[in-house]
Nanobody, 127 residues
Framework: QVQLVESGGGSVQAGGSLRLSCAATGRTFSSRAMGWFRQVPGKAREFVAAISWDGGRTYYADSVKGRFTISRDNAKNTVYLQMNSLKPEDTAVYHC????????????????????WGQGTQVTVSS
């Protein structure tokens, strides 16, 4: 079974950048789509970005489109989220997640479709 560990979070000023990494262990990583979600206390988990199992397709929430870039390196069993032009409203705990299905054709934004989650990394953006 795949296990995920996020890193790269921290505190930055508005307009700054961070790159989050999600390191995976397990043999099934390269066959599963990956997603990034974020959550603020008291609010539902929010979809941020996702990438297909082969890296050929990506999808972004409107709130981050043009600012964030998701990528993956299957050889390193790692998925990344490059976050540029950060805004205070980006402040949240960011989680990476692995799709429950192998080689899913359609990228899903539904949290319930992902069955493996990392512990999360805090991103704080100050104005």
């Amino acid at each position: 079974q795949v296990q995920l560990v996020e890193s790269g979070g921290g505190s930055v000023q508005a307009g700054g950048s961070l790159r989050l990494s999600c390191a995976a262990t397990g043999r099934t990583f390269s066959s599963r789509a990956m997603g990034w979600f974020r959550q603020v206390p008291g609010k539902a988990r929010e979809f941020v970005a996702a990438i297909s199992w082969d890296g050929g397709r990506t999808y972004y929430a409107d709130s981050v489109k043009g600012r964030f870039t998701i990528s993956r390196d299957n050889a390193k069993n790692t998925v990344y989220l490059q976050m540029n032009s950060l805004k205070p409203e980006d402040t949240a705990v960011y989680h990476c997640a692995a799709d429950s299905l192998f080689m899913r054709v359609v990228i899903t934004t539904t949290p319930g479709a992902y069955n493996t989650w990392g512990q999360g990394t805090q991103v704080t953006v100050s104005s």
